[in-house]
């Protein structure tokens, strides 16, 4: 017969396998959305069926996964036929955006922690990199957490000794956040310690987003903050959007992951940039390149 500590023991057993099962499928339900979006936005025009042969999945899972994506206005549904909507914010999409460089935001997230100081206001944007900072604030307590992002205001709401100030306004829902311009009229009216942000592109050295809506929040944010913080994969290097919000010698410090190439390390440095490379977990064993100082994270 059992006693009670191995019933119990079992039972959180079977909890914590059943958590993580559960935390699998939603992470293959993102991926396999993330590639549905993808692959529609390559295609122009898809048949729902084509996409159910592609998947393997049912016409009614399909249609689950698709009726998603267009109410996040990636995508447009019409007599069996999908397309890619015309103003398609791909590359900003939470769902999209989420799976990207998930090991590389982590680490970055972790080498921002450290900016994070008991007591302080700080702004926290609603990018996927700034909040992987969530299961650090708990070591950082207290603080006043001011966001945009209805993901973050709701994985904030429980924990103790934190002060969470949630900006309305106008709610877009392919970002999960709010903005407009009673968002950054509220953002006006504060003034916060430190800001973490992060953009879509960097070119030139200054940093873009494909949304004008989303420009204007950040900026908003940036000013009203003494102290900027922006956190950047070496993708965003990459890539280009459309609507500048700064140059990067404006921020106080720009963290980055160990697979930005050297040049681009070295040329904000010359620009007096304070930046910070953090290191993934799985790529410990990658030697460091030459006169790039690193910062290990746990």
């Known amino acids: 017969m059992k006693d009670s500590h191995g019933t119990a023991g079992e039972a959180f057993e079977r909890a914590a396998a059943g958590q993580a099962a559960s935390q699998s499928r939603h992470a293959r339900l993102l991926a396999r959305r993330q590639s549905m979006a993808q692959m529609v936005v390559a295609?122009?025009?898809m048949r729902i069926e084509a996409i159910t042969e592609r998947f393997g999945i049912s016409l009614?899972?399909?249609?689950?996964?698709?009726d998603e994506l267009v109410s996040r206005g990636l995508l447009r549904k019409t007599r069996g036929v999908v397309s890619a909507a015309?103003?398609?914010?791909?590359?900003s999409s939470d769902a999209y955006r989420a799976q990207r460089q998930a090991a590389e935001k982590r680490a970055i997230a972790r080498a921002a922690a450290a900016f994070v100081e008991p007591g302080q206001a700080v702004f926290f944007d609603d990018s996927t990199t700034v909040s992987q900072l969530v299961p650090h604030l708990g070591a950082r307590l207290p603080l006043t957490a001011i966001t945009n992002s209805l993901t973050l205001i709701n994985e904030l709401k429980g924990m103790a000794?934190?002060?969470l100030l949630g900006l309305g306004g106008q709610f877009y829902n392919w970002c999960n956040a709010f903005m407009g311009?009673?968002?950054?009229?509220?953002?006006?009216?504060?003034?916060a310690d430190r800001v973490f942000m992060s953009m879509s592109a960097i070119t030139d050295d200054m940093v873009f987003h494909q949304s004008p809506a989303v420009v204007e929040t950040k900026r908003a944010m940036f000013d009203s903050a003494a102290m900027r913080i922006l956190l950047a994969d070496h993708t965003k290097f990459e890539r280009r959007a459309l609507h500048a919000m700064g140059s990067l010698d404006e921020f106080d410090v720009v963290i980055v992951d160990d697979g930005t190439p050297p040049r681009h390390i070295e040329r904000m440095r010359s620009r007096g940039v304070k930046v910070v490379v953090a290191l993934a977990p799985q790529l410990e064993r990658r030697p460091p390149p030459a006169s790039v100082p690193r910062v290990r994270t746990p």
């Open 43 to 45: 295609e122009g025009t």
């Open 60 to 66: 009614m899972t399909a249609h689950r996964d698709l």
């Open 86 to 91: 015309p103003n398609s914010l791909i590359e």
């Open 161 to 163: 000794d934190l002060t």
């Open 181 to 191: 311009p009673v968002t950054t009229g509220e953002i006006r009216q504060l003034r």
